[in-house]
């Protein structure tokens, strides 16, 4: 991964972070890769021993893993069990979903840009069906900007020219730990929660 030095930050771990900003992609995402980076980022990435690559036909839905490990355990390659950048309905950006904590956003950026959207991405070697329409020709642009919650780290997630740097804006001050949140992430939180009883609702609704 050119292009930046992950020892400078600490977004490896899952820390409750903000994220504002978006990547541009150009030519915009096609149907067909819209449909896959889409129940790709639904689905828990676990070894399932049907290759990094697989998706189920429906990504609401979990599949039984063959062990607790197994659950537990992402495939060869990809940096965790869950990626969270998602594309926009028209397929022109990509940004990161909202969830309360978001794993390896620049390990799973990267990923998503080497392995499914630049010229000699991986699977463009790959003969499954599922990449046949896949264009492997974008061009990805942008800015990403996260501040965590514990210490109030500042930093950016930069894309230029499909290649990833980061910079801390604000280093992290620890004397933020004990502090109550402030304004605007209260309404972060109440509409996060709000969304998880939504799902949850709904999820109620389908199994009857």
């Given amino acids: 991964m050119a292009g930046f030095e992950l020892s400078a930050f600490s977004v490896?771990?899952?820390y409750t972070t903000d994220f504002?900003?978006?990547i541009d992609i150009d030519p915009g995402l096609n149907e067909a890769e819209r449909a896959y980076l889409s129940?790709?980022?639904?689905t828990r990435r676990y070894d399932r021993g049907k290759g990094p690559y697989y998706v189920p036909s429906n990504p609401y839905v979990?599949?039984?893993?063959?062990s607790t490990r197994d659950y537990s355990t992402p495939p060869a390659g990809q940096p965790?069990?869950?990626?969270?950048?998602v594309s926009c309905w028209d397929g022109c950006c990509l940004s990161l979903d909202g969830e309360e904590k978001i794993y390896d956003p620049v390990r799973w950026l990267d990923h998503l840009i080497h392995h499914f959207l630049v010229p000699g991405a991986e699977a463009s070697m790959s003969e499954e069906e599922v990449f046949k329409d896949f264009t492997f020709d974008h061009h990805l642009e942008g800015l990403v900007i996260g501040c965590r919650r514990d210490n109030k780290q500042l930093f950016t997630i930069r894309v230029n020219d499909n290649v990833i740097t980061q910079e801390v804006l604000r280093p992290a001050d620890p004397r933020y730990l004990d502090y109550p949140p402030l304004p605007y992430e209260e309404v972060i939180d109440r509409d996060r929660a709000r969304s998880a009883a939504s799902k949850s609702g709904g999820a109620r609704l389908r199994s009857l």
């Fill in 12 to 14: 490896g771990m899952g």
């Fill in 20 to 22: 504002l900003g978006h």
């Fill in 39 to 42: 129940a790709f980022s639904l």
């Fill in 62 to 66: 979990d599949e039984p893993a063959r």
């Fill in 80 to 85: 965790g069990l869950w990626c969270r950048w």
